[in-house]
């Protein structure tokens, strides 16, 4: 009867040991999926992150580099008077005029200046090109976000009359002071009233979403370490203990097994009871 007793007991210890073990390997998997999920949502982040602060990078060189082009816009239309007569054409008709100009080159210092506008929109041009080929390799997330703001019209597009601000068309044609004056002041006024408040408000919804962004990511880690930390406490108490017990019991069984009542076991002889 006690043999069936102890048989029963070594049983169930075996049971509960499977148990155990069954727990740890499902912990070991919990723990390796936890990890690969971090590494791949880190990986995900990372990515976006490098794509925002590469769209905010070129966006105030954008910002800077229109800045610059109003700021010798405005000394242009001081430079040029748009009440000068150009002395070439005066005693001719309207067409003589059109005509005059359609072959005429114009003075040397409307050249050197045209050349400098023209320089700066160009260089704008291309900047406006780059910041498109980004916008489109941002996250979708991000830019639904932004087409909210209705900064821009144009949703699929925003930045499609920052471009159009760049042409050069009128410029090209400029061969008079009162042109010259008259390209570089629609320049300035249509930074003014138009692109500046845009541009200023884009870069701080930008700065404004990466500092919302990272304080996410940083949320998402503490979460992650809390989840990790329980895991590991569950495993201890769960788990490893347990196991512990187990082992403890099992010397104690093998111990009363191997020592018949009445009988001292190797401990109690050494110690002298």
């Not at 982040?45 to 580099?65: C, D, V």
Request: proline share 3%; charged share 25%; hydrophobic share 40%.
């Amino acid at each position: 009867m006690v043999e069936t007793t102890e048989d029963e007991a070594l049983t169930s210890a075996r049971k509960s040991m499977m148990w155990l073990r069954a727990s740890y390997v499902a912990a070991l998997i919990i723990m390796a999926f936890l990890s690969l999920k971090i590494y791949i949502e880190q990986k995900e982040n990372e990515t976006r992150i490098q794509s925002m602060i590469a769209l905010s990078n070129q966006f105030s060189k954008i910002s800077t580099g229109f800045n610059d082009a109003a700021k010798r816009a405005r000394i242009l239309t001081r430079v040029f008077s748009q009440e000068a007569v150009d002395t070439r054409i005066v005693g001719m008709t309207w067409d003589e005029q059109d005509a005059f100009y359609k072959t005429a080159e114009p003075e040397k210092r409307i050249q050197v200046a045209r050349r400098i506008q023209l320089a700066d929109l160009g260089i704008l041009f291309e900047q406006v090109k780059v910041l498109e080929r980004l916008w489109n390799k941002a996250p979708l997330e991000f830019r639904k976000e932004f087409a909210g703001e209705k900064i821009f019209k144009d949703p699929e597009n925003p930045f499609a009359v920052v471009k159009q601000s760049t042409d050069s068309t009128y410029l090209r044609s400029a061969k008079s002071e009162a042109n010259m004056h008259f390209a570089a002041d629609m320049f300035v006024d249509r930074f003014d009233r138009f692109l500046k408040p845009r541009i200023n408000d884009t870069q701080s919804f930008l700065k404004e979403y990466l500092a919302g962004f990272v304080e996410q990511q940083s949320q998402t880690q503490k979460e992650v370490l809390i989840v990790s930390f329980l895991t590991l406490i569950g495993l201890a108490l769960f788990v490893f203990l347990p196991s512990c017990r187990y082992h403890s019991s099992k010397v104690v069984f093998q111990a009363q097994h191997q020592n018949p009542r009445g009988q001292q076991s190797p401990c109690e002889s050494a110690s002298g009871g």
